[in-house]
């Protein structure tokens, strides 16, 4: 089931105090950015933060669920810890500092012409247009 824009529109708004987050739609659910970080996912209308020590430290008890299935587990916040946008905030800020800068993605110029076919090869020397007939002996 995917996720319904005003749900991961109200999250945003919550954690709008931890910084630059910004929601964006992928494969019908949402991730959730701070900067270029990916640090919760929206989905089935759930919340689910990345998994950091910080993060788990400041939740206590963590109970981690696949967003997805055949996902990792991801911390699950519970609906009524939503409406507390400090914490909430927090939680996103802590998880942000923890992870790592993704690395830059490539100009797509790049990726167009590494997808592109090789040159195709020189046609091969037409044969004569007149036959040969062989005169049996």
Known sequence: MASKQ???DFLVEQMADAGP??????FGEYGVFMGPK????????ELFIKPT????ALLGEVELRPPYPGAKGWMWISGDRWDDRDWLSELVRITADALPVPPPKKPKAAK???AEKPAAKKPAAKKSATKQHRTRS
Do not use: I
């Open 21 to 26: 987050v910004a929601a964006r739609k992928m």
């Open 38 to 45: 990916l640090v919760a996912l929206v989905a089935d209308d």
């Open 53 to 56: 020590s910080p993060g788990e």
């Open 112 to 114: 167009k012409a590494k």
């Open 6 to 8: 005003s749900v991961a």
